[in-house]
């Protein structure tokens, strides 16, 4: 977690059904149909000879941070939903080629996985999610089949997924089996019963969909609650801002009044997490608070307060106790 790429084994895992499709390689196919699209399949050996492109995506889950309860349990939530891998794959746009007419306005990617929904009693054929003709044809959304040079782990999609960078993970459909394009919206469980911006306890969800990721800030080094010795204290961690730059990461020892830049790494642009470091003369014994907070190239920022309710894009300011103490016992 702590290092700039995560390792396949762990990088987290979200799946929204108990079972998980095991597809064999050979037999996969993916079904392209739809406005003006000529009913086709594609084979992973098709998929694998065309020209493909990697790219170094940090993927949130959009509960991330948000579906947590209590502090200990946000905090661990905060930092377990979230990841960054190189993705290969090629892109969406490569298979359809010139033929999709202005009037389509939408493609639907449906995954091979369904079931009951394990927090809901709706039964739900395959996991399905719509996405805007723009996106869907950008040149970076890829159907991906290796992650971080090897091929897709089963939990991960096995053998292809989508990959749609800087959008919150819920986009990225795993197991991909179809792709429909249309042009008029099609209503789906997952779409208009679930990630919606505003969500409830009692599980509902309304307002806007889910998209872009917000711009947020995760502390690494030292973990909460943790025991440092006196004097330099190093404190570390990444930002991310989806579509956008992470501009700045500063960081703040009196509860939000004062705040001073930490130091930046270097960009690895688009979509991908940043480094930020800096380093704290700690010279007195006792608790030690701070807070950090991105900044985003079109200015976005961290909220500082946590909202009450249970909530997707949960992005605000991450806030850490320490304990500077002037020994460590053994
Ligand atoms: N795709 C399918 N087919 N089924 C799923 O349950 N979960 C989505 C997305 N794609 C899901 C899916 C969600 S909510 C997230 S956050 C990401 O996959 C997680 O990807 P990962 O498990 O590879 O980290």
């Known amino acids: 977690m702590g290092e700039f790429i995560t390792p396949n084994h762990l990088f987290f895992v979200r799946d929204h059904f108990v079972d998980r499709p095991v597809l064999s390689d050979d037999e996969w196919r993916l079904y392209l149909t739809g406005v003006g699209v000529e009913d086709r399949t ?19 889950c959009a509960g991330n941070g948000g579906y947590g309860r209590g502090a200990d349990r946000q905090q661990h939530h905060m930092r377990s939903m979230v990841g960054t891998a190189v993705w290969r794959g090629v892109p969406v746009a490569t298979l359809f080629k010139k033929e999709i007419p202005p009037e389509v306005t939408e493609f639907v990617f449906r995954g091979y996985d369904g079931g009951e929904d394990p927090d809901e009693p709706v039964s739900i054929d ?4 719509s996405i805007p003709r723009v996106k869907a044809l950008d040149d970076d959304t890829l159907l991906v089949y290796e992650m971080n040079g090897e091929p897709l782990p089963q939990e991960h999609g096995f053998p292809v997924r989508l990959m749609v960078p800087g959008w919150y993970g819920m986009d990225s459909v795993k197991w991909i089996r179809s792709i429909e394009a249309r042009s008029e919206r099609v209503g789906h469980f997952y779409d208009d019963h679930r990630y919606r911006a505003q969500s409830t306890d009692a599980g509902l969800h309304a307002g806007r969909r889910v998209r872009e990721m917000a711009v947020k800030s995760l502390v690494l080094h030292p973990s909460n609650g943790q025991r440092i010795l006196l004097g330099d204290i190093p404190i570390s ?54 807070v950090v907070r991105a900044v985003d190239s079109e200015g976005r920022s961290q909220p500082m307060d946590a909202l009450p309710a249970r909530t997707y894009e949960a992005n605000w300011v991450q806030r850490v106790r320490v304990f500077v103490v002037a020994g460590l016992e053994p």
């Open 42 to 60: 594609v084979s992973l050996a098709h998929l694998r000879s065309l020209p493909s492109k990697s790219l170094t995506v940090t993927l949130e």
């Open 126 to 129: 395959c996991y399905t999610r």
């Open 237 to 290: 961690g990444f930002a991310w801002a989806g579509e956008n730059h992470v501009t700045g990461v500063d960081i703040s020892f009196d509860g939000g009044q004062r705040w001073q830049p930490t130091e930046l790494g270097d960009e690895v642009r688009p979509y991908s997490w940043r480094p930020w470091s800096l380093t704290y003369q700690a010279d007195e014994v006792g608790p030690l608070d701070f």
